[in-house]
């Protein structure tokens, strides 16, 4: 059983930066799928970037200048880096993962497994 565990979230002023953390425990195979989502309240979860287990990534186009996913060697932990951060980005951020190849779709149906999240709160 894959568990995920983010760390990172805080207040921050805008213009910020934060790096989000996801550690995962248990098997999560050679061809895992990494990613980043975020929830505003009463919405649905919103992908932000993916990231295959050779180093494909893609990152949703509104926030593409700004953040930048990674993974360690070991593919079993992923980051997310959020510069200038903006007020519009407060919200929980959740890391998923997958033991299938990405679909690059930002469909949260992709993935079976979710951290808690963590929240990440910008102030203008």
């Known amino acids: 059983q894959v568990q995920l565990r983010e760390s990172g979230g805080a207040l921050v002023q805008a213009g910020g930066s934060l790096t989000l953390s996801c550690v995962a425990s248990g098997s999560i195979g050679s061809r895992s799928c990494m990613a980043w989502f975020r929830q505003y309240p009463g919405e649905e979860r919103e992908g932000l970037a993916v990231m295959d287990s050779i180093g494909g990534t893609k990152i949703r186009d509104s926030v593409k200048s700004r953040f930048t996913i990674s993974r360690d060697n070991a593919g079993v932990s992923a980051y997310l880096r959020m510069n200038n951060l903006k007020p519009e980005d407060t919200a929980m951020y959740y890391c998923?993962?997958?033991?299938?190849?990405?679909?690059?779709?930002?469909?949260?149906?992709?993935?079976?497994?979710w951290g808690q999240g963590t929240q990440v709160t910008v102030s203008s």
């Open positions: 998923a993962a997958s033991t299938r190849l990405c679909s690059w779709a930002f469909s949260e149906y992709e993935f079976a497994y």
